[in-house]
């Protein structure tokens, strides 16, 4: 039994079934405080530990819109569950070298890989949530940040749960599912927010689909293989489907300017990842492989170019980012 799980099961017996939302938050709260999860050795790897391009196309894409809203010298860069800090690494780069000097801010609950995000990008501040961080022209960033909190199941109208069963834990109820996620609108709900007043414009990239649909889409993955929710609390990946019409209703009613979504691979492509892999590659010629095949993971429908979309929510001050046209 993994400690998560006798925790939990004694909350379970104290407090009664608990729904799928808590299960989840309290997994990952686990799982992602107690260690690093990501590479070949981990449980599954991003697109920005595929290749340095990932962070700098979207280096680019916030540098160009930066410098034609004016160049704000009070804007910050900020991330949602920067992971190791690599996007930020990356996208920073790019970020200086156009001449932005402006504050790193990342927005991560757990003490393991804020040490790591430290090392990556020394100066950087941190905060336990979203609404903590300043009022000011945002850079934002999140990439497989909204997958990873909690989403309610609803099975006809009535909220799912866990409860104890004979060795180990089961559902309460099934039938047709469909998914919910207060902690994502609120996470999107204050980014809008903080852009319509202060300005700026954020990058919400992950795996899911353009349209609220019924469906049940949490799954969890352990050492790069698909496991079984229910098992192994906390020493596992639990995600879900991000339903980005859902997130572009958020962003609307908080005021933000919201873009079309677009598949990663065409917006990748739109930026031009494939002039960035020929200088890359024509740089470091003992490298064509490698930038090759991570150019073709990043943008492929067989690799992560069709499951993972892409959206900018941006003040509408400011003007349309790269990309989305
Ligand atoms: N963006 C990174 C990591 C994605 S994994 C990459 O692309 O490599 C999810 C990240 O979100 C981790 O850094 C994790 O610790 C963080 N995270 C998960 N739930 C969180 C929460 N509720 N609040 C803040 N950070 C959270």
């Known amino acids: 039994m993994t400690p998560l799980e006798r925790a939990l099961r004694e909350r379970i017996q104290?407090?009664?079934?608990?729904?799928?939302?808590?299960f989840m938050e309290a997994c990952n709260a686990y799982y992602y405080a107690t260690r690093d999860p990501f590479g070949a050795d981990g449980d599954f790897t991003t697109a920005p530990e595929v290749s340095q391009m990932f962070g700098e196309m979207i280096g680019a894409a916030l540098a160009d819109a930066w410098k034609r809203a004016g160049a704000p010298s009070?804007?910050?860069?900020?991330e949602l569950?920067?992971?190791?800090?690599?996007?930020?690494?990356?996208?920073?780069?790019v970020l200086r070298s156009a001449g932005f000097a402006g504050d790193v801010h990342f927005v991560e609950t757990s003490p393991v890989?804020?040490?790591a995000q430290g090392n990556s990008v020394p100066g950087a501040r941190w905060h336990d949530t979203v609404e903590d961080l300043p009022a000011r022209p945002l850079l934002l960033v999140a990439n497989e940040f909204l997958d990873a909190l909690p989403?309610?199941?609803i099975v006809a109208g009535i909220e799912r749960r866990v409860m104890v069963a004979a060795g180990g834990f089961a559902f309460d109820r099934d039938g047709e599912i469909v998914e919910n996620s207060p902690a994502r609108d609120q996470a999107i709900s204050a980014i809008a927010t903080c852009l319509a007043h202060a300005g700026g414009m954020a990058l919400?990239?992950?795996?899911?689909?353009?349209?609220?649909?019924?469906?049940?889409?949490?799954?969890?993955?352990?050492?790069?293989?698909?496991?079984?929710?229910?098992?192994?609390?906390g020493e596992q990946d639990l995600t879900a489907?991000?339903?980005?019409?859902?997130?572009?209703?958020?962003?609307?009613?908080?005021?933000?300017a919201v873009t079309p979504v677009f598949a990663q691979g065409e917006w990748l492509i739109r930026l031009g990842i494939e002039a960035r892999a020929q200088a890359l590659s024509r740089a470091n010629p003992?490298?064509?492989?490698?930038?090759?095949?991570?150019?073709?993971?990043?943008?492929?429908?067989?690799?992560?170019g069709a499951h993972f979309k892409v959206v900018a929510l941006h003040s509408r001050e400011w003007p349309a980012p790269a990309g989305f046209a």
């Open 204 to 233: 919400i990239i992950d795996y899911g689909h353009e349209r609220t649909a019924p469906g049940e889409t949490l799954q969890a993955v352990r050492g790069h293989r698909f496991a079984s929710v229910l098992e192994q609390a």
């Open 241 to 256: 489907h991000v339903d980005f019409e859902a997130v572009a209703r958020a962003a609307r009613e908080a005021g933000a």
């Open 113 to 115: 890989l804020r040490q």
């Open 286 to 304: 003992e490298r064509v492989q490698e930038v090759g095949s991570a150019l073709k993971r990043l943008t492929s429908a067989d690799g992560m």
């Open 14 to 22: 104290a407090e009664g079934p608990i729904s799928v939302e808590a």
């Open 74 to 78: 009070d804007a910050i860069y900020a």
């Open 81 to 93: 569950g920067p992971g190791r800090g690599t996007l930020a690494a990356d996208a920073l780069r």
């Open 151 to 153: 989403v309610r199941q």
